[in-house]
């Protein structure tokens, strides 16, 4: 196309041309044609069309879990501003190699890993984005998770609402189990059995729950 422009008083003139849509070297051809007083002349310019430039993140929900957890890896495919989506996301771990092949939505992609898919120590990992004709790739930096062994049960104690019952009188008491990790946390979802023992051995079963999130 062509875009037609005056020069001005100094003799200077400029033009503001829309960069094609695909990359490469392109030439511009400019031409004043002369008049009766001045002889035509022309030039050309080179102008080399880049891919428009893009940044990509990564991050994790966690830096430290359990064998057992899950984490949730997330980042973001942008260029300036502008969010990316419909494009093609790998996550990798350093050591270990492609983790997932995700596609961005609105900008932003996230996966869930599963630590006991990879084992005990310390994991690297990087998203790579891929472009197109427009948009160039670019490469996250490294996120570490650490993952440890799961905490066993370290310690279960039974209470009383009450410490002494009739049974003439049909009373009735309320038995708290509580059940900590080695962390000393509370562990939730274990099964708890209360029975009767005596001399060591189970009697009856009076009972089984599930402790929930407050360990009891």
């Known amino acids: 196309s062509t875009v037609a422009t005056t020069t001005t008083s100094s003799g200077a003139f400029s033009a503001t041309i829309t960069a094609p849509s695909s990359t490469g070297s392109y030439t511009y051809a400019i031409a004043y044609g002369g008049d009766n007083k001045y002889v ?23 830096a430290t879990v359990s064998v057992g957890d899950t984490f949730t890896l997330s980042g973001t495919f942008q260029a300036g501003s502008t969010s990316l989506s419909g494009y093609t996301v790998e996550i990798y771990e350093t050591n270990e190699g492609l983790i997932d092949e995700v596609t961005t939505n609105s900008g932003s992609f996230s996966t869930t890993v599963s630590a006991s898919d990879l084992g005990t120590g310390s994991f690297s990992f990087y998203a790579i984005a891929y472009g197109d004709n427009t948009y160039e790739g670019s490469t996250s930096s490294d996120v570490s998770v650490v993952i440890t062994s799961a905490p066993t049960v370290a310690s279960v104690s039974l209470t009383g609402d009450k410490s002494i019952i009739s049974a003439y009188d049909h009373e009735s008491c309320t038995l708290t189990a509580t059940v900590l990790d080695s962390n000393n946390q509370p562990v939730s979802g274990a099964l708890v059995s209360f029975d009767i023992v005596s001399g060591g051995s189970v009697v009856s079963n009076i009972d089984t729950a599930t402790t929930n999130s407050s360990d009891s």
Do not use: R
């Open 40 to 62: 035509g002349v022309g030039e050309t310019v080179s102008v080399t069309v880049n891919k428009i430039s893009t940044t990509t993140t990564l991050a994790t929900s966690s």
